[in-house]
T-cell receptor, first 115, second 113 residues
């Protein structure tokens, strides 16, 4: 079963507009969430994260929102730039215990930002 | 430069021919992990290691082996590869306690014919 789901395989946005990427999870034990960005022929690189004790985290143009009651998080990119075109993976983890370090990933969303 | 290095980047092999994909990191990370990426499934964890000589299974360990004899190296071994192991493989590493912010290698694309 897919515990982390990204239901939109792709998203197309105009340069300068907002990109919103969504992620849903089912495991209520997840308490730390991350977004990774992946360019072709490269490995995923860490973008931004959020702990379950927060509902928002900002880093420059990137903001992640967490709605624990809905088990939903989203990544906002404002303004979007052509260089943001990549695959974005949502990931979740549980602190401590036997699951330490394990990241559970969503399927990924391909973001295309048009000039 | 801090990095995770995987070799080879591309590999085509035949069913049953043993192969090893190497992974090395220069950041003194305790934690290392292998993932495979398949269309529509995202990245799934194969094996991980919390430190030297400490390894454990992830979600999809069948058909794979690992070893962690040195802190910097974490090779992935396919004793008898099968076509369903055709995939894109990533090695990752992090410090224990680093909130799971893992650093990934560039990937190894494996085709088993």
């Amino acid at each position: 079963d897919q515990q982390v789901k990204q239901n939109s395989p792709s998203l197309s946005v105009q340069e300068g507009r907002i990109s919103i990427l969504n992620c849903d999870y089912t495991n209520s034990m997840f308490d730390y969430f991350l977004w990774y960005k992946k360019y072709p022929a490269e490995g995923p690189t860490f973008l931004i994260s959020i702990s379950s004790i927060k509902d928002k985290n900002e880093d420059g143009r990137f903001t992640v929102f967490l709605n624990k009651s809905a088990k939903h998080l989203s990544l906002h990119i404002v303004p979007s730039q052509p260089g943001d075109s990549a695959v974005y993976f949502c990931a979740a983890s549980v602190k401590g215990g036997t699951s330490y370090g394990k990241l559970t990933f969503g399927q990924g969303t391909i973001l295309t930002v048009h000039p | 430069e801090a990095q995770v290095t995987q070799n080879p980047r591309y590999l085509i092999t035949v069913t049953g021919k043993k192969l090893t994909v190497t992974c090395s990191q220069n950041m003194n990370h305790e934690y290392m992990s292998w993932y495979r990426q398949d269309p529509g499934l995202g990245l799934r964890q194969i094996y991980y290691s919390m430190n030297v000589e400490v390894t454990d299974k992830g979600d999809v360990p069948e058909g794979y082996k690992v070893s962690r004899k040195e802190k910097r190296n974490f090779p992935l071994i396919l004793e008898s590869p099968s076509p369903n192991q055709t995939s894109l493989y990533f090695c990752a590493s992090s410090f224990v306690g680093a909130k799971n912010i893992q650093y990934f290698g560039a990937g190894t694309r494996l085709s088993v014919l």
